[in-house]
């Protein structure tokens, strides 16, 4: 059986893969970053023109050659040189700025494409706030490489290039390379730093989701950390977190803390040694004074893609951290997905089959349904009772292909349902699950849920069978009422009948109700099974219950313990067998005339 996904390694020593994944994202948008990286030349260009201009500034005024005509000269030029720098450095930032912003939209998208693709195995992996950990932080240490990291990168290799060239080309080739001396150093100080961050970005990004995931969660469950007094256990739980959260990026931070200082002494040293022999060299004649300050003045210009360089290197190592755990995810292949030349039958007629069913969760778990067989030709109803813990809910969601059955064992339409194509599939079955989730929106959203037309019409007829229209008509807003955090809570009972008029607007071949009449009176019960009975005359159904009076009119019941199917029959069959079933009748009876009497 092919329940759990093959495991993949997780951490791989590279980043080879997350920067191929780069290199494909920057290829991409090859025109843009074009566009960008070259304004940014421009930029660096202009700005490396202002000491150049003041250093032959400086030798015209020694050689006494400085007049008004020659002064405003250079005012013009200076001021031409600074327009300039402005336009192009707004046409930089558009590019590579609103490229990173692009691409972070655009995996952002696919990102929520895939979580939609997924199935229950994954959610069960992971956990709600961990995937919004990856959705907010990781996507934006994936645009930091993009948008600050390529500029700062390409900033820092064209300005060092291009001052190192003036340098050693218009003033003095010997001071220059004196001058990069600490440079080694530098190179191998960053790479040490640039593994450690990757390392504990990772961790860091770790600890993040688990953070968020324990927000999450207690927000969530607010309402019953309340009931049960637990703030202070709560909180203190959150702080745990939160520390180790405050530590690991600690970690990071002192990092961080060492890299500008470490770049600046370094830069020092340059200083250092250009002036002393910088010095020698005007003194000797070699240099005028004016080349000395220009050449101090490049140096000083250095400093910056240095600091530069450490940043990016910072930036790289978060965003490969990121990309692969966001390419984590991204490599999950959904539970259940279309077989290759799946199908997808024009109309259904609902005849359902299960034979031989055995299943476990994962091949470690016991099995939770055990060789169970049973036919239903369409427009039958099957009932299904049996203890808590049973595999009711199992049994149907193996249907709908919340889990994958194993092959050969779930049919629809004489068909296995693992050939059928899955959308097609599940619009075929109305179901109604056991913990029916309310989106926070009107309660005619809620039911019009249906990949067709919301028609009003058809919206108040399905809340009639569900026995819910005159509630929500004297709501306020009626079928406008806003539900979940903006708007009111639903009792349980209401909740469930808004699921079944989700179902029944639904209106598919097979109807499927996981014990979804629990929460609401027997009368209400026997009120909507009465409105349901017209469409399950013409529909395939399955209606689990713990009652058996949801089930008393069922062509078929089964009664499953720990898996097994141990009776079935009709109402009447079951009865006479004076079994479980006999024994949760009789049960439920004498309830049922105790609750009439009071
Ligand atoms: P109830 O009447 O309480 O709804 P049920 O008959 O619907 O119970 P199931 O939900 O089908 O019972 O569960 C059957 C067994 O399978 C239980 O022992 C449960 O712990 C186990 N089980 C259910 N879902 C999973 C899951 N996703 N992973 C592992 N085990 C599961
Ligand atoms: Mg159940």
Avoid at 37 to 45: K, R, Y
Avoid at 73 to 94: E, K, N, Q, S, T
Avoid at 298 to 317: R, S
Avoid at 340 to 360: S, V
């Amino acid at each position: 059986m092919d329940l759990l996904p093959s495991p993949r390694p997780l951490e791989r020593p590279t980043v080879q893969r997350e920067l191929r994944i780069f290199a494909g994202l920057l290829w991409r948008y090859r025109l843009r970053y074009g566009v960008g990286v070259a304004s940014l030349l421009v930029v660096d260009i202009g700005n490396l023109t202002m000491p150049w201009l003041i250093g032959r500034f400086i030798d015209e005024a020694q050689a006494g050659s400085l007049d008004a005509a020659v002064i405003w000269r250079y005012v013009g030029m200076v001021m031409a040189i600074a327009a300039l720098v402005a336009g192009f450095r707004y046409l930089w930032r558009m590019n590579i700025f609103g490229t990173a912003r692009l691409v972070e939209f655009e995996l952002r998208d696919r990102l929520f494409r895939h979580l939609q693709r997924m199935g229950a195995r994954f959610y069960q992996r992971h956990s709600i706030g961990d995937l919004m950990a990856h959705a907010t932080n990781d996507l934006s240490a994936i645009r930091g490489v993009l948008g600050e990291g390529i500029m700062a990168g390409w900033d820092a290799l064209i300005m060092v290039t291009l001052t190192l060239a003036t340098m050693a080309g218009t003033i003095h080739w010997q001071l220059t390379l004196v001058a990069l001396l600490p440079l080694p150093l530098l190179i191998l100080f960053e790479w040490a730093l640039g593994r450690q961050i990757h390392v504990r970005f990772k961790a860091v990004q770790a600890a993040f989701g688990t953070l968020s995931e324990r927000v999450q969660e207690s927000l969530s469950g607010a309402r019953v950390i309340k009931a049960f007094a637990q703030e202070e256990a709560v909180t203190a739980r959150f702080q745990q977190d939160n520390v180790a959260y405050y530590e690991r990026f600690m970690t990071l931070t002192r990092l961080n803390a060492l890299n500008d200082p470490v770049i600046t002494l370094l830069g020092g040293l340059s200083t250092v040694i250009a002036l002393g022999y910088g010095g020698a060299l005007v003194l000797s004649g070699e240099l005028t004074l004016g080349q000395f300050v220009a050449f101090n003045s490049y140096l000083g210009m250095l400093v910056w893609p240095m600091l530069a360089t450490g940043w990016v290197i910072n930036l790289v190592q978060r965003g490969t951290a990121s990309m692969a755990r966001i390419q984590a995810l991204l490599d999950e292949a959904p539970d259940v997905s279309d077989a290759p030349g799946a199908k997808a039958p024009e109309a259904w007629r609902g005849r359902l089959e299960i034979r031989n069913l055995t299943f476990r969760y994962a091949p470690e778990l016991p099995e939770v349904l055990r060789d169970v067989s049973v036919t239903l030709r369409p427009g039958e109803t099957l009932g299904i009772v049996g203890r808590t813990g049973s595999g009711k809910s199992t049994l149907v969601n193996l249907l709908v292909r919340v889990y994958e059955p194993p092959e050969g064992t779930v049919f629809l339409d004489g068909q296995d349902v693992r050939t059928l194509a899955v959308e097609p599939l599940r619009n075929a079955v109305a179901y109604v699950p056991q913990d029916g989730f309310l989106f926070s929106t009107t309660i005619a959203e809620n039911v019009a849920f249906a990949p067709r037309e919301p028609e009003a019409a058809d919206v108040l007829r399905a809340a009639a069978i569900a026995q819910l229209d005159s509630e929500v008509q004297d709501m306020p807003h009626g079928f406008e009422t806003m539900l979940g955090e903006r708007g009111i809570t639903l009792s349980g009972g209401q909740r469930q009948r808004v699921s079944i008029a989700r179902a029944v607007f639904k209106d598919a071949p097979v109807l499927v109700l996981d014990d979804c009449l629990s929460a609401v009176d027997t009368l209400t019960e026997a009120r909507i099974l009465q409105g349901l009975k017209p469409l399950m005359a013409e529909r395939t159904t399955i209606i689990v219950s713990h009652r058996v009076s949801a089930l008393q009119h069922a062509d078929q019941i089964l009664v499953l313990d720990a898996g097994r199917v141990v009776e079935r029959g009709t109402h009447a069959e079951l009865l006479a067998l004076q079994g479980e079933y006999r024994k949760l009748y009789d049960r439920q009876a004498i309830e049922a005339a105790i609750e009439a009497v009071e």
